[in-house]
């Protein structure tokens, strides 16, 4: 049983990473399962201070995933039309591969910015700022996921 509680980790804390970048997965709290799981193969193997502080920083990821990129996409003074355009950019950005994902927010967030008719430096900033957001969630989400995978490996040489 305790092989089927680790395979069953190694693929949350894969799923977790291609969370980080797929929005359509929930990458922190996919990663965080993976703690669950190698605590149900050895109860031992995780402490509860560390189930507590990366839980912490599971719900706090979550919420700024939701949360930045709408707060610094009105901080670079963004209509609700660059926050729309920066979501369906992302969207259209998973079916053209990495660069889609990663550039994907910026043009979307410009093209809505250009279609509420702000001015051109003005949605270049927004669709900035939108990408900064981006690449803000993103890089604390790949520290998180790889936090844990670096746990889950650890474990095996414990």
Do not use: H
């Not at 910026?106 to 900035?128: C, N, S, W, Y």
């Amino acid at each position: 049983m305790e092989n089927l509680w680790l395979v069953l980790g190694g693929i949350f804390a894969v799923v977790g990473l291609l969370g980080t970048v797929l929005p359509v997965l929930p990458g922190a709290p996919l990663a965080y399962a993976t703690l669950w799981m190698m605590w149900l193969a050895d109860p031992t193997s995780v402490s509860v201070t560390s189930f507590v502080v990366m839980g912490i920083f599971m719900v706090i990821l979550t919420i700024l995933d939701y949360i930045a990129p709408i707060w610094l996409t009105r901080r670079g003074g963004g209509t609700k039309y660059g926050e729309r355009g920066a979501t369906i950019g992302l969207v259209v950005g998973l079916f053209l591969g990495p660069l889609g994902i990663i550039f994907g927010p910026f043009v979307g967030a410009l093209i809505g910015e250009l279609l509420a008719k702000t001015p051109r430096d003005q949605a270049i900033k927004v669709a900035f700022m939108s990408f900064a957001a981006f690449l803000l969630t993103t890089g604390l989400k790949l520290i998180y996921c790889l936090s844990i995978i670096w746990m889950f490996v650890a474990s095996f040489f414990n």
